[in-house]
């Protein structure tokens, strides 16, 4: 297994990769599994195949549940492990215990307002928490306990009749096929 590089050709025949800065890599079969912005992905396909975007964003939020069992909205989400759902205009709230029950796990999805070109960036709090004003209490409440969060951008990539190559050598996995995103 090859992690953390950067493919830039594929024969799907022999089979072997060009990993930059490597030496090439021969094996009895290829995975290809580079991410949305994949390049096995386009060499298979045999043009560019770049994402698109879905007009939406995730907010990304961890905040302790030690500080969420202070507060008596929400106590109850920081002590019962279940999935946690808000649903509203343009956007839903998912949320779930990570780490034994010690961190709180929070994506938001809305509308995508980044800047053309900028797919990820430092979000402002206030800017957040005033999407959701109107919300259940709950939330709210809870939004007030994030520090700090970023935003991504969600993009997603067209469905593929075929994930792996005639040869039998070599196959996609992962978001270079089939993106997830954190819709319901």
């Known amino acids: ?42 060499a298979l396909l045999g043009h560019p195949d770049p994402p698109h975007l879905t007009g939406d964003l995730a907010y990304r939020i961890i905040v302790k549940a ?15 492990p279940a999935t946690n759902y808000w649903l509203g205009p343009d956007s839903h709230v998912v949320c779930y215990l990570l780490q034994g029950g010690n961190l709180y796990n929070i994506v938001i999805a809305c509308p995508d307002n980044l800047p053309e070109l900028i797919n990820m960036a430092k979000a402002d709090v206030q800017e957040m928490r005033d999407l959701f004003q109107k919300w259940d209490p709950r939330l709210r409440a809870l939004l007030d306990l994030v520090q700090e969060t970023s935003k991504w951008r969600l993009q997603n990539s067209e469905e593929m009749k075929v994930w792996s190559h005639p040869s039998g050598k070599f196959v996609l996995l992962g978001d270079a096929c089939h993106a997830t995103l954190p819709y319901l």
């Open 1 to 42: 297994m090859q992690l953390d590089s950067f493919v830039t050709w594929i024969d799907f025949e022999t089979p072997s990769a060009q990993i930059k800065g490597l030496p090439d890599i021969h094996a009895d079969i290829i995975l290809g599994a580079d991410g949305l912005k994949s390049v096995c992905r386009e």
């Open 66 to 80: 030690e500080d969420m069992k202070k507060h008596p909205l929400l106590k109850e989400l920081a002590e019962k």
